[in-house]
């Protein structure tokens, strides 16, 4: 079946410096991917999305470009801040909504000032 | 900014009893997911619906989960009888054609 890997954390990094949270999946198919974030003690919020080959996502100064090629979706932000410290998820589904997500296990990320 | 609304946010109970949650789409959305989240496992699929009716439900122990959709407005999630082993954060989900999926803050179940 479908699956996701992301990297394992936590990653702890200081403020100012550059992200990467690599996340590769397998899929049948041509499916859409998502990367997804969880603040303490809330829900997840959709980051960003890319719903075919070589689309790129980007939102509040993150960026993940779908590769087909090395089935990759890796989250990318040039310069961290603290209150960009959660839980990062990677998932993917079938299409581009309305259908079930299959999510990686989430990489934590401490950002300190 | 439209929300998913799940109650309770918390609950605690003992072994043996029954837990509702419960779960308000955002108005409009006609697909409703069910997650649980431990450390262990991650995020699980339990169950979802699209129109109020059940779609997979293959996620979920069938002996004491059950998974309704009273309504558009309303989604429901039951545990009877609760463990231990249910203890986990419950959320919900919720989307409509082409659009992503969108969460509530969960419930946190914690089974003494």
């Known amino acids: 079946g479908d699956s996701v890997t992301q990297m394992e954390g936590p990653v702890t990094l200081s403020e100012e410096a550059f992200l990467t949270i690599n996340c590769t999946y397998t899929?049948?198919?041509?499916?859409?991917l998502f990367w997804y974030v969880q603040y303490p003690g809330e829900g997840l919020q959709l980051l960003l999305k890319?719903?075919?080959?070589?689309d790129k996502g980007s939102n509040k100064g993150f960026e993940a470009t779908y590769r087909k090629e090395t089935t990759s979706f890796h989250l990318e932000k040039g310069s961290v801040q603290v209150s960009d410290s959660a839980v990062y998820f990677c998932?993917?589904?079938?299409?581009?909504?309305?259908?079930?997500?299959?999510f990686g296990k989430g990489t934590r990320l401490s950002v300190i000032a | 900014d439209a929300r998913v609304t799940q109650t309770p946010r918390h609950k605690v109970t003992e072994m043996g009893q029954e837990v509702t949650m419960r779960c308000q789409p955002i108005?409009?959305?006609?697909?409703v997911f069910w997650y649980r989240q431990t450390m262990m496992q991650g995020l699980e699929l339990l169950a979802y619906?699209?129109?109020?009716?059940?779609?997979?439900d293959s996620g979920m122990p069938k002996d004491r989960f059950s998974a309704e959709m009273p309504d558009a407005t309303l989604a429901t999630l039951k545990i009877q009888p609760s463990e231990p082993r249910d203890s986990a954060v419950y959320f919900c989900?919720?989307?409509?054609?082409?659009?992503?999926?969108?969460f509530g803050n969960g419930t946190r179940l914690t089974v003494t």
């Open positions: 619906f699209r129109n109020r009716a059940p779609l997979d």
């Open positions: 998932a993917l589904s079938a299409n581009s909504g309305n259908t079930p997500l299959v």
């Open positions: 989900g919720t989307s409509r054609e082409n659009s992503p999926l969108h």
């Open positions: 108005l409009g959305h006609n697909t």
């Open positions: 899929a049948t198919g041509y499916p859409s």
């Open positions: 890319a719903t075919k080959a070589d």
